[in-house]
């Protein structure tokens, strides 16, 4: 007999992305996952809940009568966890707080101040406790976060992250240049060295880099000088196993000024654009997560297509701070891979599925202006929100579907299932999205994605350990 000692069950709906405008949907099947989170069997089709047992039982052979099973009820089901591809840790208090400003004023009155503050480690494990709660209580189960210039300020994100059980990208961020002389670093080598010493802690703390993994961080091209940049490109050649994370084509004033600051005379850039500032500091690689991405030319999509680089979407902030409307539609068509990110606090909500239905109106204002294919329906913004993100953070075929081998970070889904009467079922909380019973289960998705929000988010899970329970 087999030992199953740790293994979970999980029986009832499933749904995911199957491709980039194909959802599966698996009903009354029942889902084993081992002691180290990993899916280890899934049948189909079983006849109910006790025929489920018996089939998994006999698959993986042994008695799983006392195994801990979680089961969907009416109106619920599981779906994999998000993947926000780019926040700022420490920007969470100023969500929603952006004025009348764009890009680069907003960095200035706003959020610099916030960030430098955060030296304070109180403040800062208040911020961080915060941010890490409320977003698995969306259901994100894994989020490349931007922490501060402050070695243990960001070593604490990192803390916290492997604490809560949340995967995480950790970055200490790098910037010697216009930003008050306040916050920034005093630089180029300091800068380095202060990256490095967080690199190492965050490695330390796991070595596998299972939960938790650190990533080189440059802010954005403008406020890090060229010696930096170059040396932050031969840190990532040596340390090729680490992702990279930055800022790329957000606004129009901040493309003129990396065409004033790094001109292909002082670069040896190929090309007088933004990717190739990127690419002639060796910072453009397949390991690269590029944000934004709303203003790029034809040529810039080409050689992110040919470097591999990734782009997180983040719609909510391109609106929110005015900066445009990014063709995702385009850069897809063009073979670059892309997820979403919420971008707090540009971004005023940190919630991957508001992400996902704003990334599908702006999708629709670009058609508006002409391009009719650039609308994302349902299924390619879930996809996104998932699958795309796993491959834009380097988890690509460990997380962000149900199939077996893959890890189980999932979002137990529940939707309000009405009485006769329009009542709501027992046990069933008050929110947006109300399942008359006549619909068909791409309406209830498409409900949840336009009108849903944490009340539907029950439980989530991030690798077999329960992270998250609505109470």
């Known amino acids: ?108 009155t706003y959020t610099f101040p916030l960030e430098a503050s955060l030296k304070d480690p109180a403040k800062a494990r208040k911020v961080y406790t915060r941010v890490i709660r409320k977003t ?14 402050d070695v243990p300020s960001t070593n604490l994100l990192a803390d916290l992250c492997l604490s809560a059980g949340q995967r995480a990208l950790v970055g200490r961020v790098c910037m010697d240049q216009l930003a008050p002389s306040y916050y920034r670093d005093e630089s180029p080598e300091a800068s380095i060295a202060s990256t490095r010493e967080s690199i190492a802690y965050i490695e330390k703390i796991d070595p596998k880099g299972d939960i938790v993994r650190p990533v080189i961080t440059p802010r954005f091209a403008p406020s890090c000088s060229a010696p930096l940049m170059t040396q932050l490109g031969s840190l990532a050649k040596e340390m090729s196993h680490l992702p990279i994370q930055t800022h790329i084509s957000e606004n129009k004033n901040e493309i003129s000024l990396v065409k004033e600051l790094f001109p292909p005379s002082a670069t040896g850039a190929k090309e007088d654009t933004y990717a190739a500032v990127y690419d002639a500091f060796g910072l453009l690689t397949e390991k690269t997560i590029l944000a934004h991405a709303i203003h790029l030319t034809e040529s810039e999509v080409g050689l992110i297509a040919e470097r591999k680089a ?33 971008d707090m606090s540009g971004g005023y909500s940190p919630s991957v599925l508001e992400a996902a239905r704003l ?113």
């Not at 979680?70 to 952006?98: K, M, R, W």
């Not at 698995?136 to 210039?149: F, N, V």
């Not at 983040?314 to 990014?326: D, H, Q």
């Not at 390619?380 to 491959?391: D, F, I, P």
Request: aromatic share 10%; glycine share 14%.
């Open 1 to 108: 007999m087999a030992v199953l000692e740790g293994t979970q069950l999980f029986y009832g709906s499933f749904i995911y992305s199957k491709t980039l405008d194909e959802l599966e949907y698996l009903h009354d099947a029942i889902l084993a996952v081992n002691s180290e989170g990993k899916i280890i069997a899934i049948e189909r089709e079983c006849g109910g809940k006790d025929k489920a047992l018996g089939k998994i039982g006999q698959r993986l052979g042994g008695d799983v009568s006392g195994l801990k099973i979680f089961a969907t009820s009416e109106g619920q089901f599981f779906f994999p966890g998000f993947i926000d591809t780019h926040l700022h840790a420490s920007q969470y208090p100023n969500v929603g707080i952006f004025g009348k400003s764009t890009l680069l004023d907003w960095l200035n």
């Open 136 to 149: 698995l209580s969306h259901g994100t189960t894994t989020a490349a976060y931007y922490a501060t210039i």
């Open 310 to 342: 990734k782009v997180s979407h983040c719609p909510c902030s391109n609106s929110a701070i005015t900066s445009g409307a990014a063709r995702v539609r385009w850069l897809l068509e063009k073979g670059v891979c892309c997820g979403l990110g919420t």
């Open 359 to 471: 990334a599908a109106l702006v999708s629709r204002h670009v058609a508006m202006g002409g391009d009719e294919r650039a609308k994302l329906s349902v299924e390619e913004v879930l996809y996104l929100a998932t699958k795309g993100g796993a491959e834009v953070v380097g988890l690509e075929g460990r997380v962000g579907g149900f199939e077996e081998g893959m890890e189980w970070d999932a979002q137990l889904v529940g939707l309000g299932v009405l009485g006769d009467r329009g009542e709501l079922g027992q046990g069933d909380e008050e929110g947006n999205v109300d399942v008359f019973g006549w619909e068909s289960w791409e309406e209830k998705v498409a409900k949840w994605v336009y009108n849903g929000d944490d009340r539907n988010t029950r439980m989530v899970w991030v690798k077999g350990r329960l992270v998250h329970e609505r109470k």
